[in-house]
């Protein structure tokens, strides 16, 4: 299926695009609105199946090794489900066909610490993981919810979104970019902030 195959179903609503490669990867360019859910063999395929029958929605995989994609393959197959599609060639190939690619601006703690005063903090963890501490001042968003809390952002500031250890940040801050909003990342998520010391507000 090609680039523009894809991108039909998609703007159709029948299919989501799955990213399965590694967060860094997908951080570097990714498909605008692609979900970024690296492939592992433990719970990968439970929770896209959970995800894939909540919304009711066709899945498209993304990625650029054939060995990993065959293993989600397989792992999906173990849940009963089939993906509409399978880009296999990575980004380089989707752009050369003609497709848009996005970035994420990756944000360590350090300069988060650093620049606190330049963005707005979102931790879109769940409630039940923010009484681990909060960043002073962060939004209190879960990313089940994001999508519908964008219209109270200001397109005008800056926003660094926080999970537990930056995966679902990326998620987050893909949707807002997606969205016109200036976004990153923090790398490692609260996982790190805690270990460093920084300080935290308990919920």
């Known amino acids: 299926m090609t680039a523009t195959e894809i991108l039909r179903l998609v703007s159709a609503g029948e299919a989501q695009i799955i990213d399965v490669r590694p967060v860094p990867a997908y951080s570097g360019g990714h498909v605008p609105g692609a979900l970024s859910a690296p492939f592992n063999r433990q719970n990968w395929a439970p929770a896209v199946a959970q995800w894939a029958g909540q919304h009711s929605v066709g899945i498209i995989l993304f990625g650029d090794n ?77 990313l089940g919810q994001l999508s519908a809390h964008l219209e109270e952002l200001d397109r005008n500031r800056s926003y660094a979104v926080v999970c537990a250890h930056g995966n679902r940040s990326q998620a987050g801050a893909s949707l807002l970019a997606d969205n016109g909003y200036e976004a990153g990342s923090v790398v490692g998520g609260m996982a790190i902030w805690l270990s460093s010391g920084y300080p935290v507000d308990q919920d």
């Open 66 to 142: 054939a060995v990993i994609l065959d293993a989600a393959l397989k792992a999906l197959a173990g849940h009963h489900m089939t993906p509409r599609a399978v880009w296999t060639q990575g980004s380089d190939a989707w752009r050369q066909e003609g497709g848009a690619l996005a970035a994420i601006r990756q944000i360590t703690v350090d300069q988060l610490q650093q620049e606190r005063a330049n963005h707005v903090v979102i931790d879109v963890r769940e409630p039940y993981e923010w009484r681990s501490g909060i960043i002073p001042g962060a939004l209190k968003i879960p």
